[in-house]
């Protein structure tokens, strides 16, 4: 589930259920517009997660595979960051993270 910060501060949560059914009611730029916004919040969550691993996890497969999460989904935000920005998409802070 994500942590959505509402725009008065308060937290709410949105299951992936949740995310794909509203995607499933958009199209077009209205899609684009929450795809971004939703995967870029989705990434988020997995990076704060990755960052965790080095001080938390046991398994070197584990700390390696989260360096290699890091390294490509802070690449993908700033690319569909990029496009909000180009796109003249408003970018939104509803959901800047997981909350598991």
Do not use: C, R
């Amino acid at each position: 589930m994500y942590a959505m910060n509402t725009s008065d501060g308060s937290d709410s949560q949105m299951s992936m259920d949740d995310m794909t059914s509203a995607l499933k009611a958009k199209s077009g730029d209205d899609f684009d517009k929450l795809f971004i916004s939703e995967m870029i919040a989705h990434h988020q969550g997995a990076v704060a997660m990755a960052k965790l691993v080095q001080s938390q996890a046991n398994h070197q497969e584990i700390k390696d595979l989260s360096v290699n999460i890091i390294k490509a989904q802070t690449l993908e935000i700033s690319q569909m960051q990029h496009w909000q920005m180009t796109w003249g998409y408003v970018p939104t802070t509803s959901m800047p993270g997981m909350n598991m």
